[in-house]
């Protein structure tokens, strides 16, 4: 399932980062990617000691943690932090499938990625092309979207982002350990939720049913959680 987070960034967020972004260090994103996926690789990107990417990569995850859609629908345990990458002169990255395992020992950090995400940091109407492609089970969707607004997917999809053939194409992408690791498990639990909090707004504090749906709700949690 794909899920759209919108307003992560709001708009002038979106141009501070874009001041930094514009006149930051950027450097050669082939040599990161896989054996197999450096050849289909062509990007620009920022080291992950650069204090640009630090200090956004901070911002981000400040605002991911106390954004309720996202940490519903996410579930993140573990967030490895977030890379600033920049498409342009046909930069492309061909169809490929994210690691499974991700390890970081300077930060002591490994997660197995569950979810993938993209947060768009150019306004679409700037570039041609630069569509992020993910293989769903019902076929493929492209995406692109606002500047500030975010997707989810599962990192067990082939996916791809199209060549950018005209402008520029700034965005930070992530990835995540839930808690459900089960992605239907996670999915249905997320739209349980989206439910409870709906039907809370209309009804009074001790509603009985709502307390139920609160009450399965985290007994599933319970059932399906691996922290
Ligand atoms: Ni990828």
Known sequence: MLIVIEQVLDADEVRVFNDLLSAAAWVDGAPTAGSRSVAVKQNLQLDRADPVSVELGQIILRKL???PVFVSASMAE???PPVFNCYRDGGHYGTHVDSALMRLPEAGLTIRSDLSATLFLSE???Y???ELVIEEQYGAQAVKLAAGDMVLYPSSSLHQVTPVTQGER???????????ADAAARSMLFELDQS?????????KDDPDVDRLIHVYHNLVRRWARV
């Open 65 to 67: 943690g106390q954004h």
């Open 78 to 80: 573990k967030i490895w």
């Open 124 to 126: 679409p109407e700037g």
């Open 128 to 130: 041609a092309g630069g």
């Open 170 to 180: 700034v965005c930070a992408i992530m990835w995540m350990q839930s808690a459900i």
């Open 196 to 204: 409870i909090q709906s039907l809370s707004a209309g009804r009074a």
